[in-house]
T-cell receptor, first 119, second 115 residues
Framework: AQKVTQAQTEISVVEKEDVTLDCVYE???????LFWYKQPPSGELVFLIR??????QNEISGRYSWNFQKSTSSFNFTITASQVVDSAVYFC????????????????FGTGTLLAVQP | GAGVSQSPRYKVAKRGQDVALRCDPI?????LFWYQQALGQGPEFLTY????????KSGLPSDRFFAERPEGSVSTLKIQRTQQEDSAVYLC?????????????FGPGTRLTVT
């Protein structure tokens, strides 16, 4: 079975603190993709990053960085020097092929982590 | 360019009413997905179209839910005889291919409240 677990329901930090959002996934597939999406109060999911199962290099984009470790089935997301505008719900998601008469690449989401950055 | 749009943004229905939710994907996007997001939860897959073909409807919670995409562009999610447990945000997403790697572009959602 495919599953994504985000154990942190809510995190509250003060501006300029670093914060790490945890994501653990389960799949028996060898080929899969992992994603992070941001959902601000407006509600629209915004794509942040995609990672495939064969690329374990960490990635940095500005204040954002991602740590993918297959050995622990984790894909954690760190925000450095957090800002109030980072306040949102963050979702980790897994994409795998499943066959129901035709292949589908649906996203399987975790329950999300609500990040509140206080000024 | 224009993103994924959904209408209406908000819908209040009395229990037992039928509702229709519309999704306009990004022009040229082959794949279209519907997800249901309950309050405080992550989105959950409902159904998937590749062009006009509905390839996966395994996530539809009951036979009261029906989706179509007759011309391979606009899609409609219909819920018959709505019940309170149908209250949720319904999200539509599209992607220009069918590969695992393509990120899905999401619309703003339709918030359905069943009273």
């Amino acid at each position: 079975a495919q599953k994504v677990t985000q154990a942190q329901t809510e995190i509250s930090v003060v501006e300029k603190e670093d914060v790490t959002l945890d994501c653990v996934y389960e799949t028996r597939d060898t080929t899969y993709y992992l994603f992070w999406y941001k959902q601000p109060p407006s509600g629209e999911l915004v794509f942040l990053i995609r990672r495939n199962s064969f690329d374990e290099q960490n990635e940095i984009s500005g204040r954002y960085s991602w740590n993918f470790q297959k050995s622990t089935s984790s894909f954690n997301f760190t925000i450095t020097a957090s800002q109030v505008v980072d306040s949102a719900v963050y979702f980790c998601a897994l994409s795998v092929w499943e066959n129901y008469g035709g292949a589908t690449n649906k996203l399987i989401f975790g329950t999300g982590t609500l990040l509140a950055v206080q000024p | 360019g224009a993103g994924v749009s959904q209408s209406p943004r908000y819908k209040v229905a009395k229990r037992g009413q039928d509702v229709a939710l519309r999704c306009d994907p990004i022009s040229g996007h082959v794949s279209l997905f519907w997800y249901q997001q309950a309050l405080g939860q992550g989105p959950e897959f409902l159904t998937y179209f590749q062009n006009e073909a509905q390839l996966d409807k395994s996530g539809l919670p009951s036979d009261r839910f029906f989706a179509e995409r007759p011309e391979g562009s606009v899609s409609t999610l219909k819920i018959q005889r709505t019940q309170q447990e149908d209250s949720a945000v319904y999200l539509c997403a599209s992607t220009h291919g069918e590969a695992l790697s393509y990120e899905q572009y999401f619309g703003p959602g339709t918030r359905l409240t069943v009273t």
